[in-house]
């Protein structure tokens, strides 16, 4: 009852302000989806006859390289309100200027799109499925004014999956242009599947929009999983963010032909996986939990860097390691917490992350704020020449995950508290009031969460400025597990990227520092002919070769530098994997920390 008088209240307000503002209006005409085409028509309205500036973004909230979206549109016309032509320049490769107007500019373009992620665009015989920053050109000045897109030519059967605001026949509603381009679009023949949860005396809809070719089984176990996984997060924060309409909604297309991908949004995400459940045995779920933890973490506690967004530039922030670091952390525990993953699982999903961390050669140089500041060149970038990343670059998703464990292990072991209780102190302070953060609010919110303001300006300045780690082994031992090398007496050489290349196998990515590889002055594009006594011809038989040495054996390889044979001495050393295992001879208050750690938590 309640809420149906808050609905008919914000309509009623929408329409008066309809009325007044003239909202930016857009227009999706289906028609040529076949082809991979929209035609879109806008309608501008301004109180001036100044000549109107609109933009297509350069970048999408939440990926943070550069993305030129003005690429794939065309055909693009300007006309007055009496269907007049207007003059339309083109002002830089993603922006426009129209002139001569009285004030209202309506624009076609058409609109192509055929990859299916959180970023772009796919519009096929199947759905159009589209993210709005690469989707509609917008006029900066009209930035806080609401807009409204209506839906043309849909077929049958096909409806809308969105957070945008549902208007009086059919049409989709924004309150301003930001919340227009944190709007993704789904429209498509697709499931709803919901259920109900409640939150500081409100109840809200969790719906699951989905597209897929599996069974209505497998969509009611994804539903049952997901439930869990919010039920989960909301115990950490204590709460749900105020979901607009009391609503939100997991856009999933799992289909073949799409991108593996999640990107979060205010009040729903979009979820992607060319898998079927069925084939992915429901690992799609592991993105779901990342994603909505992102409803808090990035969507409402946002860091000061990242807000106003800019969509004509690459947006950089030192906090990445936080915000999507820390969600991978919580997307993974909340699993753990579930049950969807089991203890062996959850500790293979930790183990990972970790060799990653603690033997990338790339933290000689940069901490996780630094690492952050990268994400502008790897997030989705583009580069045509190489790099060396392998050397310099370790992903904030990995090193942020880390560092959260870290903290995590460390607060619970010498403080008697936990990670949860910062997160939950962040979301009061930042997160709840919509205050964006910066580095220093986090290391405040620390000092007081472990009562240790010297604790917390050392973590900052050596984990999170620096490259520092904990000493991990002690902190596991504290949680009933052990972490120790996986196969100590394993030969080793290093992590090459190989391919087979005529009749040898060629390097295809720069040697690590420090591995024998590097020491032996192996690099990518060296040909390998020989390891020991074995011919090699394909990546496999470097395996081949490795299986009767032993570390400290020293081998001949024989290779191909630019049309020169020469042969170099390699000192096989031994794997340095780490494996985490639960420690059978754990003390009672080890377990229990565990315990507490990764059980469920109730709401
Ligand atoms: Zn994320």
Redesign the pocket.
Known sequence: MLRLNRCTLALFTSLLATAAQADTHYQLDLAGHDRHQVAVNARFVVDNTEPLLLQMSAASP?RYARHDFAKNIYALKALDGQGNPLLLQRMSPTSWQVSGHQGEVQVSYLLFGNHADGTYNQIDSRHVHLNMPASLLFAPSLRAQPATVSLKTLPTGWRAATQLYPQAEGALSAPDVDYLMDSPLEISDHQLLSFSQASAGKTYQIELALHHAGSAEEAKVLLEKTQAVVRQQQAIFGELPDFANQRYTFIADYLPGVDGD???HRNSTIVTSESSLAQDEFAQVETIS??F??AWN?ERLRPKNLQPFDYTQTNMSDALWF??GF??YY?KLALKRSSHFDLDTYLDKVQKPLNQTLQTPARRWSGPAAVSQQAVFVDAGVAVDKTNYANHFLSY?TYGEVVALALDLTLRTQYDTDLDALMRLMWQRFGKPETPYQLADIQQALAEVSGDAEFAAAFFRDSIQGPGLPDFTALFTQMGLTLSAANPDKAWLGALQLATFGDAVQVQSVSRDGSPWASAGITDGDLLLQLGSVRLRTPDDIDTALKTARPGDVLAVKFRRFDREQSVNITVAADPALALRVDKNASRASVKRRDAWLGAKKL
């Open positions: 939440g999640g990107m979060e990342h994603e933890f992102h990035v915000a999507e969600t991978n997307g998703y």
